[in-house]
Antibody, heavy 120, light 109 residues
Framework: QVQLVQSGAEVKKPGASVKVSCQASGYTFKSYGINWVRQAPGQGLEWMGWISGYNGNTNYAQKFQGRVTMTADTSTSTAYLELRSLRSDDTAMYYC?????????????WGQGTLVTVSS | QSALTQPASVSGSPGQSITISCTGTSSDVGNNNLVSWYQQHPGKAPKLMIYEAFYRPSGVSNRFSGSKSGNTASLTISGLQAEDEADYYCCSYVRTPYVFGTGTKVTVL
């Protein structure tokens, strides 16, 4: 069965960077992209971007351009999200999510989430 | 890209049916049928309930159904049960993918 397992919670100071991992299993990693979605406390879902498991191509939401880097290691079936210049409003739960299939435009499988807290 | 508009809350008694609307524009919801719905219980990751506006993934109860007309998509929950109490988000997939709705809290009275 498809599983996405994320790294543990992080506490960072303003201005620092954070790197969250998402290890996939139960399917061929190169066949699907991985999306990153975040949720601030008590708020809604916000799509951050996508990375291809096949060739590493990325598509970032405009809001995060210049501050985010998504990478993928096919040898370990792991996707990474790096967010730089952290601010207090980056405090959120960060989820990785896999497309249900290449055509449906839906997120069929989700990681358990990684809480990132930004505080001085 | 602005968030899609959902009612903040919807409630119903056990056994009743409720409908959650999701209003966008001709650039997102009205552009194609790539609308999905997610259920999120407190402290849990979202779960896909409807994809391509109408279809249920394997394992999702047939009490959940989706529809779309023009720039508005809807999620209907029939035979409301206590376990359906959760937050629900719609989502539209367009050229700049995955625009989410504002979210709706469903309360079972």
């Amino acid at each position: 069965q498809v599983q996405l397992v994320q790294s543990g919670a992080e506490v960072k100071k303003p201005g620092a960077s954070v790197k969250v991992s998402c290890q996939a299993s139960g399917y061929t990693f190169k066949s699907y992209g991985i999306n990153w979605v975040r949720q601030a406390p008590g708020q809604g879902l916000e799509w951050m971007g996508w990375i291809s498991g096949y060739n590493g191509n990325t598509n970032y939401a405009q809001k995060f351009q210049g501050r985010v880097t998504m990478t993928a290691d096919t040898s370990t079936s792991t996707a990474y999200l790096e967010l730089r210049s952290l601010r207090s409003d980056d405090t959120a739960m960060y989820y990785c999510a896999r497309d249900l299939d290449p055509y449906s435009g839906s997120l069929g499988y989700w990681g358990q989430g990684t809480l990132v807290t930004v505080s001085s | 890209q602005s968030a899609l508009t959902q009612p903040a809350s919807v409630s119903g008694s056990p056994g009743q049916s409720i409908t959650i609307s999701c209003t966008g524009t001709s650039s997102d919801v009205g552009n194609n049928n790539l609308v999905s719905w997610y259920q999120q219980h407190p402290g849990k990751a979202p779960k896909l309930m409807i994809y391509e506006a109408f279809y249920r993934p394997s394992g999702v109860s047939n009490r959940f159904s989706g529809s779309k007309s023009g720039n508005t998509a809807s999620l209907t929950i029939s035979g409301l049960q206590a376990e359906d109490e959760a937050d629900y988000y719609c989502c539209s997939y367009v050229r700049t993918p995955y625009v989410f709705g504002t979210g709706t809290k469903v309360t079972v009275l």
